[in-house]
């Protein structure tokens, strides 16, 4: 069996404080990402998870263990690996164009002009950003803004879009259209993504598999959970399939009730961190199905009573 894209073996972290006291945010990470993959880690403040991402970026190091992309061992930053971060880090002095342009030219600084040019505008349309060529981010709102965070880090096609909740700091509503685009593009281009998220409705529409973390400091992989809904997924739909409540349900409880408890569980060696346990939360034997196989809407919502007051 070939091994995953992305290798993620036994990484920790730790700080020192200033009286010397040594902290641990995490421990014994392992996990792996598959090519074309689209994987969401979720779990409470202070668990490391971009601590983890920046490891994955090679902006920091890890204390111990070991990461492999394609089987080379990371040691630094690369092109390989593209990240967008929450707020979208463009060149204001620059146009559209001229920010995608910039990253295309340290990936191919041999392409001439009218190359380039062609090549930023593909992505530049990927992204539903056509006409917009030539503005600068101020003229731009934040969804245009981080459309153009995505559109340049796919232009230098990485093996992997590594994503700190990009999506966080806009309103619900372009966040929710935001999380629409992100869905086709990666249906179009079969990128690699991991993403860290707090939104389990966001990782539930986006992710194949959604890793859960125990809570810090030393955290740990919790579990793995598959997500057993199709992958041509719609916002709108989403709560229409049997899966979906058992999902979010299974999500949620990790997040209230058992994070902390299975990190206790674990740190007293009932849970072994190197092989996590992987679940299928809506895959049980009574998930409602109608006889053709297809799924059951859930039952209505009882309509609100309305007082009228005269």
């Known amino acids: 069996m070939n091994d995953p894209l992305i290798k993620i073996e036994g990484i920790a972290k730790r700080f020192l404080a200033r009286d010397g006291a040594e902290t641990t945010v995490f421990e014994d990470i392992h996990f792996g990402v598959e090519q074309g993959e689209f994987v969401c880690l979720i779990g409470h403040s202070g668990c490391g998870k971009t601590t983890i991402l920046n490891i994955l970026a090679g902006l920091e190091p890890a ?21 967008i971060f929450q707020s979208h880090a463009l060149m204001p002095w620059l146009t ?39 503005k600068r981010p101020a003229e731009l709102s934040g969804g245009m803004k981080q459309r153009v965070g995505i559109a340049r880090a796919l232009a230098i096609q990485p093996k992997m879009l590594l994503m700190d909740e990009p999506f966080s700091a806009l309103d619900a509503l372009t966040r929710g259209m935001l999380q629409e685009e992100a869905l086709r593009i990666c249906a179009e281009t ?22 859960l973390m125990t809570n810090g400091p030393h955290a740990k992989i919790a579990e793995i959970v598959v997500n057993t809904l199709p992958r041509d997924r719609s916002r ?68 609100p009573l309305v007082a009228v007051v005269k």
């Open 236 to 303: 709108h739909d989403l709560h229409r399939h049997p899966h979906y409540y058992r999902i979010r349900n299974h999500l949620i409880e990790f997040l209230v009730d058992r994070s902390r408890a299975f990190g206790q569980e674990t740190a007293a060696g009932r849970h072994d961190p190197r092989s996590p346990p992987v679940v299928r939360p809506g895959l049980t034997e009574d998930s409602p199905a109608s006889e053709d196989g297809m799924p059951v809407r859930p039952p209505a919502m009882p309509k």
């Open 63 to 83: 204390s111990d263990g070991y990461v492999f992309v394609g089987g080379r061992e990371i040691r630094g930053p690369s092109l390989d690996r593209a990240v």
């Open 190 to 211: 079969r990128q690699t993504v991991f993403m860290i998220t707090h939104d389990v409705d966001e990782a539930i529409l986006l992710a194949d598999k959604i890793v």
């Open 96 to 134: 559209v164009t001229g920010n995608i342009a910039f990253a295309v030219n340290s990936r191919w600084p041999e392409w001439d002009k009218a190359r380039m040019r062609a090549h930023c505008q593909k992505y530049i349309d990927l992204v539903n950003l056509s006409g917009a060529e030539k």
